[in-house]
């Protein structure tokens, strides 16, 4: 076998992953935006805050709880059954994500585009919170499920919602959380807007590291220079 087949048949093997890890296109999937009153939402307690512009954020959640829905009637109830947990046991003002996708193939608005959430600390004025109703541990939303979140994250681009360049997290890069589940977690790493929430820090402090080094090391010799006459005389 010669290097270069080799290499053909290494191309060909990536190739195919990453055709498999492309999402199912918009043409594929149909859904509807279930504003508050279509799964009988409760009032907020208080109007939260709204803040401006594109979000430049998309953070990911499933529920774990309820485990999963795939009828319009189980879709509503388990909306109903996040809000009151957030809302009577948490003690927030509403539910806490902006949207949730069902497996009745629809997106439930949650607090909406542009209000400020309760999912993620330190994203919540600059994130759309996307829950995707189901326990996503072991096992991956259906196949339905994710077109429609991948077409939900395209009509929020589109209607300028969300930043073109947006940047996609699951729950748990953001904190000490097994959200979005292992399974949902290793699927979304293969989408194009998910990053490493790490790596901008990681590159400043091996610069400052490096920086600390070099001066370290100037300092070093400009001691020994200075101290070495003062030996001699
Ligand atoms: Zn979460």
Same mark, same amino acid.
């Given at each position: 076998? /010669? ?42 307690? $208080? ?41 009577? /046991? ?68 589109? /209607? ?17 959380? $097994? ?42 010799? /400009? ?11």
């Amino acid at each position: 076998m /010669t290097m270069k087949y080799l290499l053909a048949v290494l191309l060909t093997f990536q190739n195919g992953i990453h055709l498999l890890a492309v999402p199912a296109t918009k043409s594929e999937v149909n859904w509807n935006l279930i504003q508050r009153n279509g799964w009988g939402a409760r009032p907020a307690k $208080e109007s939260e805050a709204n803040f401006k512009g594109s979000a430049p954020f998309l953070i990911l959640h499933h529920s774990y709880v309820p485990s999963a829905a795939y009828t319009n009637q189980d879709c509503i109830a388990a909306m109903q059954y996040i809000q009151n947990l957030h809302m009577d /046991t948490n003690g927030w003002s509403d539910i806490g994500y902006s949207f949730a996708i069902c497996g009745d193939s629809n997106v439930y608005v949650g607090r909406g585009y542009n209000v400020i959430g309760s999912h993620a600390p330190n994203y919540n004025s600059r994130s759309i919170g996307l829950l995707l109703i189901g326990d996503y541990v072991a096992q991956l939303p259906t196949q339905t499920m994710l077109a429609v979140t991948h077409d939900f994250i395209d009509y929020s681009v589109k /209607t300028g919602n969300l930043q073109e360049d947006y940047i996609l997290y699951g729950h748990r890069q953001v904190r000490g959380t $097994e959200c979005p589940g292992a399974a949902l977690y290793a699927e979304i790493q293969t989408w194009p807007n998910w990053q490493e929430v790490e790596q901008h820090n990681h590159v400043t402090t091996n610069a400052i590291q490096g920086k600390a080094t070099k001066l370290s090391l100037v300092l070093t010799i /400009t001691t020994i220079v200075l101290l070495l006459p003062q030996r001699f005389t």
